[in-house]
Each structure stands twice: as structure tokens, then as C-alpha cells.
């Protein structure tokens, strides 16, 4: 993630919620100083503090990753949106953020990857 996930965070519990940051910890079993880190952008929550951390606030992923909620605005190359691409899973969302954050030559080594994985698929198919 980043720091401005750990200010989107911060930002998040105080908005919803009038827990603190050692409350946090203590629903989330872990040390007060590890819920901070996240806030500050020094380390990342995995998948279930994620999880957990929806729950206490009462936020979907979308909200509390801060993926643009409005997705008429996604668009593939060929133009054409189907497959459900407007309802994505909590994991493609995290792909999409992924890539989001990713340097240019990491982005390059992700497209190559799914071009293969891509051209692969179609094979199966023909």
C-alpha cells in the first residue's frame, strides 16, 4: 500500500468511527505501534487485517483501499466491457491497485506476464 493509504485509513477511522488508534490495535489484536505503522505508511496489512479492519469500520474494500466507486469509468483496449467487469472481485481489486502502484518496468514485467497467460488462454480455446 502507501502512505496515502495509511492517510485514507486514518482518515477513515475518524470519520467513522470515535475509535483510536490503540482501539484499533486491540480489535485487530495486534500492537498499537503495528496499527500505526499502518496509518503511516510504514507497513501494510494483509488480506484478513484488511478484512478485519472493514468490518470494525463498517466499510466495503472499495471504500477502504479508495478504488473510485463510480467503475462506468473503467474501460478495456478493445472498447468493450463485458465479463462482469463492472462488478470486480475483492481480488481483482486489488490487482488494479496493485498495478496502480506499480514503477513503469514493473508494469512492463505485469503486462508480458498476462499477455502470456493471455495468449495461453486463447490457445486452449481454439
Known sequence: ????FGEHLRNLRKKHSNYTQQDMAD????????YTYYETGKSEPGQDTLSKICEILEVDYNTLLG???DRKNIYVASGIIKDG????SPEEEQI???????GPDDKDIFNRQVINIVKNLNKDDQ
Open 1 to 4: 500500500m502507501s502512505r496515502a
Open 27 to 34: 480489535m485487530l489484536k495486534i500492537s498499537r505501534s503495528t
Open 67 to 69: 478504488i473510485q466507486e
Open 85 to 88: 467487469i463492472t462488478n470486480l
Open 96 to 102: 488494479i491497485l496493485a498495478y496502480r502502484r506499480m
